[in-house]
């Protein structure tokens, strides 16, 4: 059902392709809405629902059982003081450092593998050519190129 009605008479066509654009976007709306509908129905319906009540499950007393519960192997030593603690952070934040440098390295290598070649050839024009304003923009060719 349309929501805009058709124009009158003599209008421009500008009035009619937002009218056309209103009811094609209330059309799908509704579509929508219908489909949402649906979908909540089968989830919240009494009697053939997911979340039905009329049907809910029978537990006899006695006759539930529990998994197997399998404990990760866990190894924790007799004494611990902070200085082994810290000594574990410390080398495994310095190869959580070297992983990322790696990978960022990569990364550039990968998507931006001419810019720095591109950037160091321009730079002594571009140091004779713009007056020093601190921060200088970057050539067209590195505007994708990450600042180092």
């Known amino acids: 059902m349309p929501l805009v009605p058709d124009p009158p008479g003599g209008t421009a066509y500008v009035y009619t392709a937002l009218a056309d654009l209103i009811n094609a976007s ?8 219908a489909d949402l ?3 909540i129905d089968a989830i919240t319906n009494e009697t053939t629902g997911w979340l039905s009540t009329v049907s809910s499950p029978h537990v006899t007393a006695g006759t539930a059982t529990t998994p197997a519960v399998t404990e990760p192997a866990v190894s924790i030593p007799a004494s611990v003081d902070s ?3 810290m ?6 934040y310095i190869e959580l450092i070297d992983e990322l440098v ?5 990364f550039r290598t990968s998507y931006f593998a001419g810019c ?3 950037q160091s050839a321009s730079r002594p024009a571009r140091r004779g050519a713009e007056p020093d304003m601190g921060r200088r923009p970057r050539p067209d060719h590195c505007r994708g190129c990450p600042r180092l």
């Open 83 to 85: 200085t082994a603690i």
């Open 102 to 106: 790696t990978r960022f390295t990569a």
């Open 37 to 39: 509908d649906t979908k």
């Open 116 to 118: 720095r070649a591109r």
């Open 26 to 33: 209330w059309d799908l709306a509704e579509a929508q809405r």
């Open 87 to 92: 000594d574990l952070f410390d080398t495994k």
